[in-house]
C-alpha cells in the first residue's frame, strides 16, 4: 500500500526533501559501519568497554538545548572521519544513529507535515537503493555459535517461553538465545504515530529481507497474540544463512530472537511509527 504524500508549500517542500536526503544519507553510514562491526562479532565486547572509555557514554542520545550544536557538528565529523579501528567504527554507527534521531526532531519541530512527506520520501529512497544491491550475509561465526552484538549485557537470561516468541532453532546445528535483556524499556507514551498511519510495503519487507538494517530505526504496531502491540527490532545477527532478529515489545525488559520467517510475518500488516524524541 503507498502512502498518502501531505501536501506541503514549495519552502516547506525543499525542508521536506533536504530532510530526507540526510535521514537516508545517515541511515546508509550507519548500515555501513554497523555492517564492519557485524563481521567481527567476537571482538564487540572488547571494542565497546574501549569506546565506554575513550568517549562518554550516551553519544547517541539526544543532548541538551545548551549542547546542541556541538553534538550535531561532532557527530557529523564522526560519521565522515576514515575510520582506523573497531572503536571508531562503533562511534560512526552510534552518531549516525544520533544524527538520524536529530534530523527527525527538527523536522518534528518545524510541522508533523513536514516529517511525514520526509519519512515517505526516505522510504522511498531506501527502497531504490537496497533493491539494487546485491545481498552480503555476515558469514557464520565460529562452531556455528553466535556472539550477541547487544555490548552491555553480560550474560542472557532463560523465561518461560509464551506465544509470542518464536521457534528459536532455524536448523539442527545451529543454537542461540531466545531471549535477551534490554537496557530501556519503551512504552506507549515514547511512541510517535503517523496520522494517516503509514504501513510496511511489501517492497519494504522484500528489501529488508535482504538489506535489514532500516528496521533499526522504527517502532512498528501490529497484530501479536490477538492484541495490538507496539515493538522494535533492538538488534539482529547472522547465523549461516538465516538471520535471528531480537525483537522487544512495548512494556518489556527483553528482546525475544525470531527467525527471519517469524519475524518478517509479524510485519504482515503493521504500521510504522518513531521513537519520540528524548
Avoid at 8 to 14: D, F, G, T, V, Y
Avoid at 120 to 143: D, H, R
Avoid at 159 to 167: A, E, L, N, S
Avoid at 217 to 225: H, L, P, T, V
Wanted: net charge negative; with cysteine.
Amino acid at each position: 500500500m503507498t502512502s498518502k504524500m501531505p501536501l506541503l508549500s514549495a519552502h516547506k517542500q525543499e525542508i521536506a526533501e533536504k530532510g530526507a536526503e540526510d535521514l537516508f544519507y545517515y541511515g546508509v553510514a550507519a548500515e555501513k559501519h554497523a555492517a564492519v562491526l557485524r563481521k567481527n562479532l567476537e571482538e564487540l565486547p572488547a571494542v565497546y568497554a574501549d569506546y565506554r572509555t575513550k568517549y562518554q557514554p550516551g553519544t547517541e542520545l539526544l543532548p541538551p538545548p545548551e549542547k546542541w550544536d556541538a553534538a550535531v557538528d561532532h557527530a557529523k565529523k564522526a560519521v565522515d572521519r576514515r575510520c582506523h579501528t573497531l572503536t571508531d567504527h562503533l562511534l560512526a554507527s552510534c552518531s549516525a544513529m544520533f544524527l538520524i534521531q536529530a534530523i527527525s526532531k527538527e523536522l518534528r519541530e518545524q510541522g508533523q507535515d513536514i516529517y511525514s512527506v520526509a519519512s515517505i520520501l526516505k522510504t522511498e529512497k531506501e527502497n531504490a537503493f537496497y533493491s539494487v544491491k546485491s545481498e552480503k550475509l555476515v558469514p557464520s561465526t565460529a562452531n556455528n555459535q553466535s556472539t550477541s552484538p547487544s555490548f552491555a549485557s553480560e550474560a542472557y537470561r532463560t523465561r518461560v517461553i509464551g506465544p509470542t516468541t518464536p521457534c528459536a532453532q532455524p536448523g539442527p546445528d545451529i543454537q542461540f538465545p531466545l531471549a535477551h535483556q534490554v537496557t530501556k524499556v519503551f512504552t506507549w507514551n515514547d511512541i510517535c504515530q503517523h496520522d494517516p498511519p503509514i504501513l510496511v510495503t511489501n517492497a519494504q519487507t522484500n528489501n529488508w529481507r535482504s538489506h535489514p538494517e532500516p528496521v533499526q530505526q522504527y517502532i512498528f504496531i501490529g497484530d501479536a497474540d490477538s492484541e495490538t502491540r507496539a515493538f522494535k527490532v533492538a538488534f539482529f545477527v547472522t547465523i549461516g544463512k538465516d538471520r535471528i532478529f531480537y525483537v522487544q515489545f512495548v512494556g518489556d525488559d527483553e528482546a525475544l530472537g525470531f527467525t527471519t520467517d517469524d519475524f518478517f510475518e509479524l510485519l504482515d500488516g503493521a504500521q510504522i511509527a518513531f521513537e519520540n524524541p528524548i
